[in-house]
């Protein structure tokens, strides 16, 4: 079955510098793979898709990439603030058959000091 | 405002006696899903649905129920809970089920005692 991994250990990270988070995934290639951002006690948020034909995505602070031969997305977010602190999920999607089969990582904890 | 509302937002029970957790979204999405939530495992997903009327299990269907009788309408129901089942609780919604993004409701914190 497929395994997603990404660090289990919190992620610290001083104010204004550029965060790098990464999601390893083991054995077939998703068709498309999701981020989202997860604050204590709430739903997760979306944030950003990324398809497997796609190399990279931008969005304001926000950048995905996505490498199918390495079979790791990295997501970086860029001056980074202390109110970006949460846990980031990534998620991967196949496409075909009916379901989305949307998988989710355990999530990263980022935590921005002041 | 576009969203995902569950209900409870916190629910203690005994063991064995059935409830239900709602699911409605406002956004005309056929695609609704729902997830538990537990430390060290993630997200995992319980019931899917396609559309209305199509139901199917996800990966920890155990234990539960789920039915689509309407669109917006997506119910949780645990026939006869256990503790194992303490958890949290997210509904979610995508407009297709094929690569749109997930809205989430905001949880349902269920402890079965």
């Known amino acids: 079955s497929q395994k997603i991994e990404q660090n289990s250990e919190a992620l610290n990270i001083q104010e204004g510098k550029t965060a790098t988070l990464t999601c390893n995934y083991t054995?077939?290639?998703?068709?498309?793979l999701q981020w989202y951002r997860q604050d204590p006690g709430r739903g997760p948020v979306f944030l950003l898709l990324?398809?497997?034909?796609?190399k990279e995505k931008r969005k304001e602070r926000l950048k995905v990439t996505f490498d199918t031969t390495l079979k790791q997305s990295l997501f970086h977010i860029t001056a980074s603030q202390p109110a970006d602190s949460a846990t980031y999920l990534c998620?991967?999607?196949?496409?075909?058959?009916?379901?989305?089969?949307?998988?989710f990582g355990k999530g990263t904890h980022l935590i921005i000091q002041p | 405002e576009a969203q995902v509302t569950q209900n409870p937002r916190y629910l203690i029970t005994v063991t064995g006696k059935k409830l239900t957790v709602t699911c409605s979204q406002n956004?005309?999405?056929?695609?609704m899903s729902w997830y538990r939530q537990d430390p060290g495992l993630g997200l995992r997903q319980i019931y899917y649905?396609?559309?209305?009327?199509?139901?199917d299990k996800g990966d920890v269907p155990e234990g539960y129920k789920v039915s689509r009788k309407e669109k917006r309408n997506f119910p949780l129901i645990l026939e006869s809970p256990s503790p194992n089942q303490t958890s949290l609780y997210f509904c979610?919604?995508?407009?297709?089920?094929?690569?749109?993004?997930?809205?989430f409701g905001s949880g349902t914190r269920l402890t079965v005692v």
């Open positions: 054995n077939y290639s998703p068709a498309y």
């Open positions: 990324i398809r497997e034909n796609e």
């Open positions: 956004m005309n999405h056929e695609y």
């Open positions: 979610a919604s995508s407009l297709s089920g094929q690569g749109g993004g997930y809205t």
């Open positions: 649905s396609m559309n209305v009327e199509v139901t």
């Open positions: 998620a991967l999607g196949y496409s075909g058959g009916g379901a989305d089969g949307l998988t």
